[in-house]
């Protein structure tokens, strides 16, 4: 089972908070739009959410692969 710790959400927003000057050093607007995106999935979720509701787990689940896909492909680009 895995465990859902307090500091799951608020590493992942600390880490999106550094987005912006990345973005900046690179120029790339998909960057910060993919960052945008993340922080709308977290907004108003806790890790009691998580740990509770089996159906936002999932949920969140299934945005986070597919959040880390896109930003994945953009360091891909990066790294070409």
């Not at 959400?9 to 960057?31: C, E, H, K, R, W």
Request: glycine share 6%; aromatic share 4%; with cysteine.
């Amino acid at each position: 089972k895995v465990r859902i710790h307090e500091t799951l959400i608020g590493g992942l927003t600390q880490m999106l908070d550094l987005v912006p000057a990345y973005s900046q050093v690179f120029n790339d607007p998909a960057m910060m739009q993919c960052a945008e995106q993340a922080r709308a999935t977290l907004s108003g979720i806790t890790a009691d959410d998580l740990r509770n509701d089996p159906s936002l787990r999932q949920q969140a689940a299934a945005n986070a692969r597919e959040l880390l896909s896109r930003f994945g492909q953009l360091g891909a680009r990066r790294l070409a």
